[in-house]
C-alpha cells in the first residue's frame, strides 16, 4: 500500500520568504508527527497531531513555524520568513495511533535549502 | 526528561564480522525504545522496539537488541555484517505507551567492508 509521501522533495528558497512544506499519511493514521533533521544531527521533534486532540507544539522552534492538520489527514508545516538556519530535512511519519509503543512510519523528506 | 546517547557517530566493520551499535538512554519513566535504520535516499524504517515486554528484542534482517536496565543501555547488535546493512541507525526513547514525544539520538553511520 501507499506509504507516508512528502512534497516537495527539494525546495530552495531565499532567506526571508515563507514556505509550506506537505504531507500525506498513510491513510487511516490518526498520529501525525513531524521532524526537523538537521546535518549531523539526530531528528528533532516539532510538532505530533493526534485525531482531533489540540497538537503538541511543544517542539516547534519559533514562532515562525506552525503546523496544521485537514481532516485528520493531510498536514501542512509553514515556516515564515526563512532564516539560513531552518535549512534542514523536514521529515514526516504517521502511526496507526498515538502512544509510544506505536511505530511511526516515516516519509521520504523534503530538503530545504534557505539561501 | 528523556535523552539518548549513540556513542559511536561512526562504526566500520568488515563483511562478515559482528556489529556493536551502542545505545545509552536516559528516562524519568519507563521507556519504549527503538531503533531506526537509513538507508542512503530512502526513509527511517523500524528496525525493532522494546516495549517492557522481553529484554532480548529481535528485529529485522538478524538485527537484536537487549534493554539492560541497570546499565541503562540498548545496544543493537548484528551476529554478521553484510553489505546491505551499511546505512545509518537511529536509537530512539520515549515514554511508554503514553509518549508523545520520540527523542533520537544523533545517528551512527556504519560501514561494511567488503
Known amino acids: 500500500g501507499a506509504g507516508v509521501s512528502q512534497s516537495p522533495s527539494n525546495k530552495v528558497t531565499e532567506k526571508g520568504k515563507d514556505v509550506e512544506l506537505r504531507c500525506d499519511p498513510i491513510?487511516?493514521?490518526?498520529?501525525l508527527y513531524w521532524y526537523r533533521q538537521s546535518l549531523g544531527q539526530g531528528l528533532e521533534f516539532l510538532i505530533y497531531?493526534?485525531?482531533?486532540?489540540?497538537?503538541?507544539k511543544s517542539g516547534l522552534p519559533s514562532d515562525r513555524f506552525s503546523a496544521e492538520r485537514t481532516g485528520g489527514s493531510v498536514s501542512t508545516l509553514t515556516i515564515q520568513r526563512t532564516q539560513q538556519e531552518d535549512s534542514a530535512v523536514y521529515l514526516c511519519?504517521?502511526?496507526?495511533?498515538?502512544?509510544?509503543?506505536?511505530?511511526?512510519?516515516f516519509g521520504p523528506g523534503t530538503r530545504l535549502t534557505v539561501l | 526528561a528523556q535523552s539518548v546517547t549513540q556513542l559511536d557517530s561512526h562504526v566500520s566493520v568488515s563483511e562478515g564480522t559482528p556489529v556493536l551499535l551502542r545505545c545509552n538512554y536516559s528516562?524519568?519513566?519507563?521507556?519504549?525504545l527503538f531503533w531506526y535504520v537509513q538507508h542512503p535516499n530512502k526513509g527511517l524504517q523500524l528496525l525493532l522496539k522494546?516495549?517492557?515486554?522481553?529484554?532480548l528484542v529481535k528485529g529485522i534482517n538478524g538485527f537484536e537488541a537487549e534493554f539492560k536496565k541497570s546499565e541503562t543501555s540498548f545496544h543493537l547488535t548484528k551476529p554478521s555484517a553484510h553489505m546491505s546493512d551499511a546505512a545509518e541507525y537511529f536509537c530512539?526513547?520515549?515514554?511508554?505507551?503514553?509518549?508523545?514525544?520520540?527523542?533520537f539520538g544523533t545517528g551512527t553511520s556504519l560501514t561494511v567492508i567488503p
Open positions: 511519519a504517521s502511526s496507526p495511533r498515538g502512544g509510544g509503543n506505536n511505530e511511526q512510519f
Open positions: 491513510s487511516g493514521h490518526t498520529a
Open positions: 497531531f493526534q485525531g482531533n486532540s489540540a497538537p503538541d
Open positions: 528516562s524519568s519513566y519507563s521507556p519504549s
Open positions: 522494546y516495549t517492557s515486554a522481553a529484554t
Open positions: 530512539v526513547v520515549t515514554v511508554g505507551d503514553t509518549g508523545n514525544q520520540f527523542y
